[in-house]
């Protein structure tokens, strides 16, 4: 067996914590659980992949590393942000360190590159990447996401934007990948079904220095929706805000364009930002009082989804775990316990998954404040048990394409 | 004429060594990784063609990597064969190579450079655009490996044999042509061009063959890195792609056969190895690259050769002094 620096390290740290505090030596017996982390800690995408491994990190500490009474044994691997690499680190997560459950990766390309593979090799996976397909046209047995899909919270905002706002004119700006097409989609539908309509679509590239021309083409429109990722709707939003938008035309925001772990690096540019999250550090579970402590006493930063995401993945390989019981933690049976279990207390609230292995949860509408100097999502609107049909007919929404930059298509557009 | 017996006992071990190593490596993760090595040294060798032996620097050779593996990856998902794919892939990597080739060679050096990289920018901008035929940037899965003869590549052994193979037949290639008058004339091209266009060679078509040559390995190695990863999207073709094979060629060594090979070995290892321990394995890689760059500006297989020639000879001339003339020395 090949062992891993970090393992060892954790391994013996949790032993030792957990003989100590809980005076539990039979915990030891029965064999470990092995996490492995696919995230990127070099490169553009380091920032959401460093707060994953925040996450994990600290449920598994909260833990003493032992799970349902099994000791675990986590390793992380980074795999640069790019799908050779993902495959590559899956190899070595499955192949040399034999992991029971992969946690990750990041990125929708990451996911697309190991979900096959991962099913060859009949290892489970929980992802926090967003790609719809991986849970829809192409569900996979092996793999669950407890946060969310592309559209999940945007077809949220499309509900809010019309029934609650009352906003008749959107406009929509994203980047221009599989992630902004899927998040607008999902948005521009519940919005257009709702009496809405989506008259201007931008897709600035991935990499924009400045979003003046994009910005400059908005024109007459109720709201602007934002499905940013990244470091880039901190640029966005302070060009929105230079550009003296930002008291005309109310800005709507997706998860990543208005995550909690963004906020200290915005100011007052994004007060009044309205966004959709399937995660709030705001919320008020008891889990998640001890996850936002934790990460703030650990890290001194208040968490977003990144790392709320691979938290709640951590309580999900528990309950399974717990749920096999004796029968210990192997390919097929984790993977069909992992779809079956439903975990009451998580920081987003009560967490199940439907049949394709996406969860079905809460998914917060916030408004961005700022409390005693400090910004805040506070939450206004709670939407239970959203599906990634949203309140579509689950056969019809898979008989259609997938979301994408073309589907479906923008009759209004001016 | 014990150097060419030192050199083919030398050959002989490394070939035993990597026919057996699916046997000593154990493990199928590294198995794995041998793999990478063997796939990134036929495309470093490939690249080589032209930056060692031709003196043209390309950074579009990424683009001509994602064409094969684009055009197979698309063709098997139309339900065509594995044989059909790959030839038509290799066809029309060639073809694109030609296109490169007519407009890169109209110039060399800097200007060369410049237009293969905006070439490789088209093709890296195509696959991520039009996602109508490329899937963008969700990529193209490929469900199956081939079954060669009825050869079984799931596996990480069957697949490492396979590129082993597949390897050393670009390796065994680029032998004979270093050393066919094709290969000394394109050195030629690289050393004295107006000399040769002089002697009555068309530089422009002999460099253009290198460019084909060069694209089929390229070819070769997209498909063996699709059939590894069983999957495609547009990062392959970034300019990252292009810039890293050209840094397993330069480190290596260029103009030589084994640099390429040695270059892809770093490379990958620092990647997928040594990142599992050390999380700045960037920094380390970089320190390397400098290392290399500062010791062994020729790359690190030339740089060895002559540090151990320059070691054997000190160690010879000492013995040759202390054994024939010590009185000689100690007498005056």
């Known amino acids: 067996m090949t062992t891993h620096r970090r393992t060892v390290l954790k391994g013996l740290l949790g032993a030792g914590v957990s003989a100590v505090a809980l005076k539990a030596p039979t915990v030891l017996a029965q064999t470990p659980v092995k996490i492995g982390l696919l995230t990127v800690k070099t490169g553009p995408l380091a920032q959401g992949g460093i707060q994953m491994e925040q996450g994990i990190v600290t449920f598994l500490k909260e833990k003493n590393y032992t799970l349902a009474g099994r000791k675990v044994d986590f390793i992380s691997a980074d795999t640069g942000g790019n799908p050779a690499g993902a495959k590559t680190k899956a190899q070595e997560l499955i192949e040399r360190d034999k992991v029971h459950v992969i946690l990750g990766p990041l990125a929708a390309f990451e996911l697309l590159a190991i979900t096959d593979y991962v099913r060859d090799h009949q290892t489970p996976l929980i992802s926090l990447a967003a790609a719809e397909d991986v849970t829809q046209r192409k569900a996979n047995p092996f793999v669950i996401r407890p946060s969310a899909t592309s559209a999940q919270c945007c077809h949220v905002m499309g509900d809010y934007a019309a029934k609650e706002l009352k906003y008749k004119r959107a406009a929509t700006i994203s980047e221009d990948f599989a992630f902004g ?107 998640n009082k001890r996850f936002v402590a934790a990460m703030q006493k650990d890290y001194g930063v208040l968490p977003g989804g990144y790392s709320a995401g691979m938290y709640v993945a951590g309580q999900c390989v528990e309950a399974a775990v717990q749920k096999l019981g004796d029968a210990g933690p192997d390919g097929k049976t984790l993977a069909e316990a992992l779809h079956q279990i439903s975990v009451a207390d998580t920081p987003r609230g009560p967490v199940k998954f439907d049949k394709y292995g996406n969860v079905v949860g809460d998914v917060f509408v916030r408004r961005c404040e700022r409390k005693g100097g400090q910004l805040v999502n506070t939450v206004i609107k709670t939407y239970s048990n959203v599906s990634q049909f949203w309140t579509y007919d689950e056969k019809e929404f898979l008989a259609n394409p997938v979301y994408s930059r073309d589907y479906p298509p923008a009759k209004y557009i001016e | 004429m014990s150097g060419n017996r030192f050199r083919s006992v030398g050959v002989a071990i490394a070939l035993v060594l990597l026919a057996t190593l699916p046997l000593w490596v ?246 997928n190895v040594v990142s599992a321990y050390i999380e700045r394995w960037n920094l380390v890689l970089g320190v390397i690259f400098v290392l290399i760059i500062s010791f062994m500006p020729d790359g690190l297989v030339p740089g060895s050769v002559r540090l151990w020639r320059w070691g054997w000879q000190t160690v010879r001339a000492r013995l040759d002094g202390w054994i024939s003339s010590p009185v000689e020395e100690h007498g005056r």
Not at chain 1, 258 to 286: K, P, Q, T
Not at chain 2, 44 to 71: E, K, M, Q, R, T
Not at chain 2, 154 to 182: C, E, H, I, K, N
Request: neutral net charge.
């Open chain 2, 26 to 271: 154990g493990n199928s993760y590294y198995i794995n990784v041998a793999s990478q090595i063997l796939l990134f040294a036929v495309f470093a060798l490939a690249l080589n063609v032209l930056v060692g032996y031709a003196g043209l620097v390309s950074l579009g050779h990424a683009g001509l990597f994602a064409i094969a593996g684009y055009a197979a990856a698309l063709m098997l998902q139309a339900g065509y064969g594995h044989l059909a794919a790959d030839t038509a892939a290799v066809v029309i990597t060639l073809a694109a190579s030609a296109i490169f080739a007519v407009l890169a060679l109209r110039s060399t050096g800097i200007g060369f450079l410049m237009i293969t990289l905006a070439l490789g920018q088209i093709i890296w901008g195509i696959a991520y655009r039009w996602a109508s035929l490329t899937n963008g940037d969700n990529g193209i899965n490929v469900a199956t490996r081939p079954a060669p003869f009825g050869i079984n590549l799931t596996g990480a052994p069957g697949f490492y044999f396979a590129t082993l193979l597949v390897f050393l037949l670009a390796l065994a290639s680029m032998a004979v042509f270093v050393r066919s008058p094709f290969g000394a004339s394109l050195r030629g091209t690289r050393d004295q061009p107006l000399r040769m266009n002089a002697l009555g060679y068309n530089v422009w078509l002999i460099r253009f063959f290198a460019v084909l040559f060069s694209g089929f390995w390229t070819a070769v190695s997209g498909l063996l890195f699709i059939y590894y990863n069983q999957f495609i999207s547009p990062q392959v073709a970034a300019l990252t792609t292009s810039a890293e094979i050209l840094l397993m060629v330069i480190s290596g060594g260029t103009a030589t056969l084994l640099g390429p090979v040695v270059g892809a070995a770093i490379v990958v290892v620092m990647k």
């Open chain 1, 181 to 287: 097409y899927e998040q607008m989609a999902g948005f521009q539908r519940v919005f257009e079904d709702n009496g809405g309509r989506v008259v201007k679509k931008l897709w600035p590239p991935l990499v924009t220095p400045d979003y003046t021309p994009y910005i400059a083409q908005i024109g007459n429109v109720d709201c602007v929706f934002n499905g940013f990722a990244g470091s880039n709707p901190v640029k966005f939003m302070r060009a929105y805000a230079d550009l003296g938008l930002k008291g005309r035309i109310p800005l709507l925001a997706g998860w990543t364009a208005m995550d909690d772990a963004l906020l200290r690096s915005l100011g007052d540019e994004a007060v009044g930002v309205i966004s959709v999250a399937f995660y709030s550090a705001d919320y008020g579970s008891e889990s």
